[in-house]
């Protein structure tokens, strides 16, 4: 017990003296995890709209599809994106593999589904009143479509916050991509929060790896926190 206490105060130091090697590793998880979830954003939100607002044969077999994809595990992600970036694969010339770019792409393949599924949830969720009245308004398609999202703009929020905190605490994926590599170039090292709490903790590095820990649930923290405020408002 009293090694455990002492690791994490240890691993606190390490954090209030901004140890270099930790807040590289933390810099380098938000920057892939932001990447990931602002694509995953831009695709995510727009392909909710479309499924939502068009009747087609087979769109709720769609939707089902989308929502069993939220279980959907890291390593079968990093797997399908390993096969598609390998030197085999139909992007090998690309030489992808083992970078950060790599890591975005899984990282975005695996919260796509999550958050496209949240966007058609928060758009079914607007009461069937408010979307008769803004028809019967004489709304056209385009103030439609934006009175839907004002309306569903904080469950919209937190579908984008749902999809940030699973790429950055997924680790699966990061590791078979990414290969949890450490050069002396920031931008072509592949270790972030995950992988390292992983390889750190196999090594012995019991302080090194609850630092990293404390970091994560420190961000998963403050992005519910901030979350809640926009809520609020």
Same mark, same amino acid.
């Given at each position: 017990m009293?090694?455990? !206490? ?5 691993a606190?130091?390490l $954090? +209030?003296? /901004?140890?270099?090697? #930790?807040?590289?590793i933390? =810099?380098r998880?938000?920057?892939?995890s932001?990447s990931a979830t602002?694509i995953?954003?831009?695709i995510a939100?727009?392909?909710g ?9 087979g769109k ?5 599809l !989308? ?8 390593? $079968? +992600?990093? /797997?399908?994106?390993? #096969?598609?970036?390998?030197r =085999?694969?139909?992007?090998g ?14 990282q975005?393949v ?15 969720g ?16 385009r ?11 904080f ?5 984008v916050?749902?999809g ?16 949890n ?23 012995g ?21 901030v979350?809640?405020?926009?809520q609020?408002r």
């Open positions: 009293n090694e455990i !206490i002492e690791a994490f105060f240890q606190v130091e $954090i +209030v003296t /901004l140890d270099p090697a #930790v807040m590289e933390a =810099a998880s938000l920057i892939i932001l602002f995953a954003t831009a939100i727009p392909l709209f479309l499924i939502y607002v068009h009747e087609f044969t709720k077999m769609l939707i089902n !989308i929502q069993t994809l939220y279980a959907l595990p890291t390593v $079968i +992600v990093g /797997l399908f994106v390993f #096969v598609f970036i390998s =085999a694969g139909p992007l010339f690309l030489g992808l593999l083992f970078t950060p770019t790599a890591m975005v792409i899984a975005t695996l919260i796509l589904p999550i958050m496209t599924g949240l966007t058609i949830s928060a758009l079914s607007i009461d069937a009143t408010i979307r008769d009245t803004i028809r019967s308004l004489g709304a056209n398609t103030q439609y479509l934006a009175l839907l999202v004002r309306e569903a703009r469950a919209i929020l937190a579908a916050v749902v940030f905190s699973r790429a950055i605490a997924e680790v699966g994926a990061a590791i078979m991509i990414g290969g590599t450490r050069t002396s170039a920031f931008w072509t090292s592949t270790r972030v929060l995950t992988t390292a709490i992983s390889l750190e903790t196999s090594m590095n019991i302080e090194f790896s609850m630092a990293l820990g404390l970091i994560l649930l420190a961000i998963a923290l403050v992005v519910n926190l979350l809640m405020t926009v609020q």
